[in-house]
């Protein structure tokens, strides 16, 4: 259905969704603390896994001067991250619904 993410990404998402270095905010990707949404955390990731040479400005993430978003991971990172826009759309509701990143993080493990 989805789909697959580059394996050493998804191992990287899945243990910082499972740590407890971010805390859980919606409607945004992040705030000014360490709130992050689900895809806040993989932008954090893909930075760190030097698969995006974005920058934070706010609470949107800039993956190049002309693709940014506030609430969804941008679009040339979700394609460089091998994450399907159905994916982002069904991360961000489950996000946004409350639904704990250890969850979220079981989903991913088992559909992308």
């Known amino acids: 259905m989805f789909?697959?993410?580059d394996k050493k990404f998804k191992r990287a998402w899945l243990k910082a969704l499972r740590s407890?270095?971010?805390y859980q905010v919606s409607?945004?990707?992040r705030n000014e603390q360490e709130g992050r949404c689900c895809l806040g955390v993989a932008c954090d990731v893909a930075l760190r896994e030097g698969?995006?040479?974005?920058?934070?400005s706010g609470s949107y993430f800039v993956h190049?001067?002309?693709d940014d978003s506030r609430v969804t991971v941008p679009y040339g990172l979700?394609?460089?991250l091998h994450l399907s826009i159905e994916a982002a759309d069904t991360l961000t509701r489950k996000n946004d619904?409350?639904?704990p990143f250890?969850?979220?993080a079981n989903w991913i493990s088992r559909n992308l």
């Open 20 to 22: 407890n270095e971010f």
């Open 27 to 29: 409607n945004k990707l």
């Open 97 to 99: 619904a409350g639904v």
């Open 3 to 5: 789909d697959k993410l």
């Open 78 to 80: 979700a394609v460089d």
């Open 51 to 56: 698969k995006s040479k974005g920058q934070w």
């Open 102 to 104: 250890d969850r979220i």
């Open 64 to 66: 190049t001067s002309y």
